[in-house]
């Protein structure tokens, strides 16, 4: 099990907090040090079955700045989050290829 992990998350921090209390095996991706990679956050984006605009984080300034009214394709929105990856929307947890976003932290029931 994976998650893209932002310590300074509170929803993060209860969702890492709830995968541990299950007794998890968990691979920690601290995303805002080490961003995925295009390929990676396509196969994310494949894994949680949405959009990729779904996943961005819409209430960043980075966003309403730069980004608030465009319209791109879901490449183009990916390769934004690769290059700004305060825009993922956090935390996502995969598991056996599936993904959910943790938010609530209680999404990530499935997996258990």
């Given at each position: 099990?994976?998650i893209?992990?932002?310590?300074?998350?509170?929803?993060?921090?209860?969702?890492?907090?709830?995968?541990?209390?299950?007794?998890?095996?968990?691979?920690?991706?601290?995303?805002?040090?080490?961003?995925?990679t295009?390929?990676?956050?396509?196969?994310?984006?494949k894994?949680?079955?949405?959009?990729?605009?779904?996943?961005?984080?819409?209430?960043?300034?980075?966003?309403?700045e730069?980004?608030?009214?465009?319209?791109?394709?879901?490449?183009?929105?990916?390769?934004?989050?690769?290059?700004?990856?305060?825009?993922?929307?956090?935390?996502?947890v995969?598991?056996?290829?599936?993904?959910?976003?943790?938010?609530?932290?209680e999404?990530?029931?499935?997996?258990?």
């Amino acid at each position: 099990m994976k998650i893209f992990h932002n310590p300074r998350c509170t929803k993060s921090r209860q969702t890492l907090q709830l995968l541990q209390e299950k007794g998890a095996e968990v691979e920690i991706v601290e995303y805002l040090k080490t961003p995925p990679t295009v390929a990676e956050l396509t196969e994310v984006v494949k894994q949680l079955g949405i959009p990729a605009e779904k996943l961005l984080r819409k209430t960043e300034a980075i966003f309403k700045e730069q980004f608030k009214g465009q319209s791109h394709t879901d490449a183009e929105w990916i390769q934004i989050m690769v290059d700004h990856p305060k825009l993922i929307e956090r935390p996502i947890v995969i598991k056996d290829g599936k993904a959910v976003i943790g938010r609530p932290p209680e999404n990530v029931a499935v997996f258990f």
